[in-house]
């Protein structure tokens, strides 16, 4: 078993930054790749970016290409997703996610953990 815990999330302006954390636990050393997925109202579950825990690739979703890097410190079994030049369209509710095997890093249902989620809302 995994547990996920996000943080970071609030309320901010359009073109402010926030630094989002996910942070694992338990057997951790069984995931291959991390994830952040984001849910706007009435909008299904969408892939904003993921990493590999062993060798550092990483994925993004167009939508936040050059605006959003995700990272990660293995020491502390924890993801980051740094957000700059937030946009009102970046409001969801944002969760980590974790996989175990290869394939499918951008499908939600391809993920076997989930976090919370946490909330944020870019007011224009």
């Known amino acids: 078993q995994v547990q996920l815990v996000e943080s970071g999330g609030g309320l901010v302006q359009t073109g402010d930054s926030l630094r989002l954390s996910c942070a694992a636990s338990?057997?951790?050393?069984?995931?291959?790749?991390m994830g952040w997925f984001r849910q706007a109202p009435g909008k299904g579950r969408e892939f904003v970016a993921a990493?590999?825990?062993?060798?550092?690739?990483?994925y993004y979703a167009d939508s936040v290409k050059g605006r959003f890097t995700i990272s990660r410190d293995n020491a502390k079994n924890t993801v980051y997703l740094q957000m700059n030049s937030l946009k009102p369209e970046d409001t969801a509710v944002y969760y980590c996610?974790?996989?175990?095997?290869?394939?499918?890093?951008?499908?939600?249902?391809?993920?076997?953990?989930w976090g919370q989620g946490t909330q944020v809302t870019v007011s224009s």
């Open positions: 996610a974790g996989k175990r095997i290869m394939g499918g890093i951008m499908d939600p249902k391809a993920y076997d953990y």
């Open positions: 990493i590999t825990w062993s060798v550092y690739n990483t």
């Open positions: 338990g057997r951790t050393f069984s995931s291959y790749a």
